[in-house]
């Protein structure tokens, strides 16, 4: 936040302190006197409420609602409190008060940590702290100002850059013919050949190949174009026929003349130059079948192979656009799992269903020994691996793409900090897909991160994110939140901006979400298995016996509870069975409350019924509750659970058979960074409703396309349902109203065509600028490097020398 904004917020505060002292001591005073020495925002904003209350008031805009409205949270240093405040998105301030005095002075981001740390550590005096600081190799560095602007990188990028492309006595013009001379494909140059030597050249040329291209029939083929724009300089790649080559050396032309960001943009989106694409994904089982319920196994891995589905088209389109006869390569490299269980994780090469050419390459991990590990292992556990992973896949991919791949797509904290070794070493764009960020959904594991160290590794993770983040040349967000957060919640990347690990080391500034490398590209369904339910044509009619079965069935090894009243409307949740997920919450929430339960049966999908099925800790507690829930509410004739995995074509038109009862689909999480069931649900037509904490809070326009949750509130979620169901009984038409409501907001904004489109486009552009700027960023590359070599790696080590989870 700007100083003078900040000066003004603390003289506010200050000023009202001189006027209304008794109020903000005896307010204080509470503060200080509870047992708790740290406060979150709801902890303070109820604190306060409750403080006005017994003086028979209410909270009333003035600067001391303000302040306690914004404060993000309190830290009780006796007579001192720390606080850490966020007026709104994007920006922070920090300040202590005296308690007994009321004195008010500002804080640095290190000076609060400083106060949590104590507060963790016991101990008034604390040793030298080491300080990871990323901010001052950022200086020179474009960034964004305004907090709406933030996730719209590129754009920024365009904007500031494109009008600097002729300064410096044409420096960056002769960095853009650099750039186009050096595109090639297995010893055939593309874009320019080596008769254009300078920026003079390269307009004569422009000129005499428009004039040439004039006279031809606009759908005349390269290859008879060829013989008249080769001897210009012109080498394939601008365009399959004369019309659209025209096109695109016209564009040249327009940015030679007066560079313009969009013109920019689409040019560079035909650049050919990207042909090699390496996606890594390291934990879980990564499979095509059998693989969706397993431990650490779910929307990433739909994610991913949709994701390559759809990369791979583009990019062929793109190809065949510009005139050129190569087939895209797209290698997904995660670990092989010699006991797969199963699986497919066994095989070292799996090509991938509904793509030409893209597969799955699989490399081991190996013990310090050498010898391949066998079994799966915990995402929380890969660590010790993952160097030398990084070093075998260097080679694995080489030997596969017969060369260095054009860009490396990174996914989860592994995948990231392996896309970042190889990145570096191979001299590649990098681009990082976080899917979630394990920080913003274990509360206050930062500050304890030695208590759960021996189970969660978090500080090893998050080390590993502060390096990956910071060594990407572009990051790719589902939705804007996972950035920047919501006006009373934080972001995913933003709490990586400053934080503490107590005894290991301090953040004070770790990501700035202000970086013009955050992009937000939204997910959607794959549209051959997640289609509407009113599309009878496709429908799998022949699955419907079977899913009568599973939905209204009898009791099994595979299914507990089975509905005494079938004709009642179904609603619907299908996740892994874990904590974060919040299955058993949703079961309690239906069990208490009588509104619903009148009016409503449930049907679960999750997990195992048996817990001796599960190898997953978290998960086998998560049964256990599940069957104490049903035994102590009674719950066998109104919840059908299924501890099932369902192929995704049969997901798919279970989604759209609970459509025809006119059910609803449940996303209950306490966190959810996107949600692609939520996608899929409302791809099909089915009305939803889903957690506001993440991704849904975006794709659901409350009350219009479905409907948000809070799962802090289970009482009011169920009110929210019942209420739908209430709805649609008095209205007719309306459970069709929100099903086709929710239909049309998918296919506006998140679908695989609309996200492969402006993946393959970002990649171009973030390689132009890092190729005609220093986008290499050499400085952060080498305290990255340092970082990771005197920090990350003995902390990995150490991972490998407690017992396995």
Known sequence: MSEDVTDGAIDELREYAERHRETLYLLLRGLSADTRRHWLRSDLWDHYVDFLAER????????????????????????????????????????????????????????FLAYKERMVLAQPELPWQLEF?????????PRLEEARSIGRGVEFLNRRLSSQLFQESGRRAKSLLDFLRVHAYRGQQLMLGEQI???????????????????????????????????????????????RALETLRLLSDILEAPDPAVLERFLARVPMIFNLLILSPHGYFGQANVLGRPDTGGQVVYILDQVRALEREMRARIEAQGLDIEPNIVVVTRLIPEADGTTCNEPLEPIAGTRAS????????????????????RFEVWPYLERFAGEVQQAVTMELDGRPDLIVGNYSDGNLVASMLASRMGVTQCNIAHALEKTKYLFSDLYWRENDAEYHFATQYTADLIAMNAADFIVTSTYQEIAGTDDSIGQYESYESFTLPSLYRVVRGIDIFDPKFNIVSPGADADVYFPYTDQARRLTGLHDELRELVFGAPGAQARGCFEDAGRPLLFTMARLDRIKNIAGLVEWYAASERLRGQANLLVIAGHIDPGASDDREEQAQIEHMHALFDRYGLDGQVRWLGMRLDKMLAGELYRFIADLRGAFVQPALFEAFGLTVIEAMSSGLPTFATRYGGPLEII???VSGFHIDPNHGEAASDIMAGFIERCAARPGYWEQIAQASLDRVASRYTWS????????????????????????????????????????????????????
């Not at 600081?133 to 560095?141: G, K, S, V």
């Not at 400085?779 to 150490?798: C, D, H, K, S, V």
């Open 197 to 243: 030597r300078d920026v003079a050249a390269l307009r004569t040329a422009l000129r005499r190949a428009e004039r040439a291209l004039a006279h031809q029939s606009p759908d005349t083929p390269w290859s008879t174009l060829a013989p008249l724009l080769a001897p210009l300089g012109f080498e394939p790649g601008w365009g399959r026929d004369a019309a």
């Open 56 to 111: 028979g008031e209410a909270p009333a805009d003035g600067p001391l609602t303000r302040f306690v409205a914004a404060a993000e949270e309190a830290v009780v240093d006796a007579p001192w409190l720390g606080f850490s405040v966020r007026p709104g998105v994007g920006f922070r301030y920090y300040l202590r008060i005296n308690a007994e005095t009321l004195h008010i002075d500002g804080l640095d981001v290190s000076e």
């Open 133 to 141: 600081d990323i901010a001052p190799f950022n200086r020179e560095f």
């Open 701 to 703: 326009v409350d009350g």
């Open 754 to 805: 609309l996200y492969a489109e402006r993946m393959m486009t970002l990649s171009r552009i973030y390689g132009f600028w890092k190729f005609v700027t220093n986008f290499e960023r050499a400085e952060t590359r080498r305290y990255l490097e340092m970082f990771y070599g005197l920090q990350w790696r003995p902390m990995a080590a150490a991972v490998a020398e407690r017992p396995q989870g």
């Open 359 to 378: 597969r799955i390459l699989r490399v081991p991990f190996r013990n310090p020994e050498g010898d391949v590990v066998p079994h799966w292992i915990s």
